[in-house]
């Protein structure tokens, strides 16, 4: 059996960010290990649900910031609601 190289996850100054993309990886790999017989539902589901708990945190992170900006985007002065 050939081994896939590995991948290397971009990594971003957003702590939540990383985490997102952490949990994705995961979750495909929990993925193609489950399409294989390599794991069982319960890991899947398990990876399925910590995926969609970091977008949420992320989306959580990234609204907060925007209200403490006031609403423009971070680092620009530009708003995204006029």
Do not use: D, K
Not at 6 to 23: G, I, K, Q
Not at 35 to 61: D, K, M, S
């Amino acid at each position: 059996m050939r081994c896939a190289p590995w991948r290397l996850m971009r990594v971003s100054s957003n702590p939540r960010a990383n985490a997102t993309a952490f949990a994705r990886e995961t979750l495909e790999l929990t993925q193609r290990q489950y399409q294989l017989g390599g794991t069982g539902i319960l890991a899947l589901l398990i990876a399925q649900q910590q995926y969609q708990q970091e977008r949420l945190n992320l989306v959580i992170a990234q609204s907060l910031a925007l209200r403490r900006h006031g609403g423009a985007v971070p680092g620009t002065r530009r708003r995204l609601v006029e």
